[in-house]
């Protein structure tokens, strides 16, 4: 035998005493595993699989106190809500109000447009005794006509042209005509938020003459029907 060969069977030897070691010394050695050499403890590792399963599952129970619960003894009912929850995200403007704020402005004092559309708010509540936003809504709503008349001059004269608003166009000319019907008190000394307020209510009851000017609009439009397609 030479010498470069005895040296690479004494390395065998010694990982195989190693390995044997680490993996325990109550543990049988047969002669056919002695035979061969440091190959049996990889054969050893790769046949016990569940040991080494039972002691990575045990590791992490053992870094917990006694008296704590694990993760895997917690139960999962519920499940796990990552992130923001739409309940806990703030509430966004009403967009109803908002234009209802702008439309009170003057001079870009928007804090004064914003107390008074909260004393509107406030009265609506203490008259109705309701939520005032949703009757806000309803008012400016049924206030808010569907079309607009355009005057267009075709072959030397005058043509009525109906067309179609959008959703926010309607809602402005609704709170203008809504603020324009409320100007009919200013004389008797009550106040504009008062005067809005009594409005709103006068607009859910059917009797403001908001009304009466939807329904010549639309009276015109229907007349000048023809003039749509008009440009």
């Known amino acids: 035998m030479s010498f470069r060969s005895a040296v ?3 390395r065998l030897a010694t990982s195989a005493a190693q390995a044997r070691a680490a993996i325990g010394p109550s543990a049988p050695v047969s002669a056919p595993e002695a035979g061969l050499g440091g190959f049996s403890t990889i054969r050893d590792l790769l046949a016990t699989p569940s040991s080494s399963s039972s002691s990575s599952s045990q590791t992490p129970a053992a870094a917990f106190p006694p008296g704590s ?22 509430p ?15 001079d870009g004092k928007k804090s004064e447009a914003q107390k008074m559309v909260s ?53 402005r000319q609704g709170v203008a005509w809504l603020l324009k019907a409320a100007e009919k008190g ?26 009466k000017w939807l329904e010549e609009r639309h009276k015109i439009a229907y007349l000048n029907r023809s003039n749509m397609t008009a440009r």
């Open 69 to 90: 619960t694990s993760p895997s003894q917690i139960p999962s009912d519920k499940p796990t809500i990552r992130g923001y929850s739409p309940t806990s995200l703030p």
């Open 119 to 171: 004393s509107i708010l406030s009265l609506l509540h203490q008259a109705t005794n309701l939520p005032p936003q949703p009757l806000v809504r309803q008012a400016i709503l049924l206030s808010s006509p569907s079309i607009k008349i355009l005057s267009m001059r075709k072959s030397a004269k005058t043509v009525l042209a109906p067309r179609a608003l959008t959703e926010r166009q309607r809602s």
């Open 92 to 106: 966004t403007v009403d967009p109803t109000l908002d234009l209802l704020t702008n439309c009170l402005m003057k």
């Open 186 to 211: 200013r004389k008797g000394g009550v106040s504009r938020d008062q005067r809005i307020a009594r409005e709103v209510l006068a607009v859910l009851e059917g009797n403001s003459d908001v009304f």
């Open 8 to 10: 690479s069977l004494r």
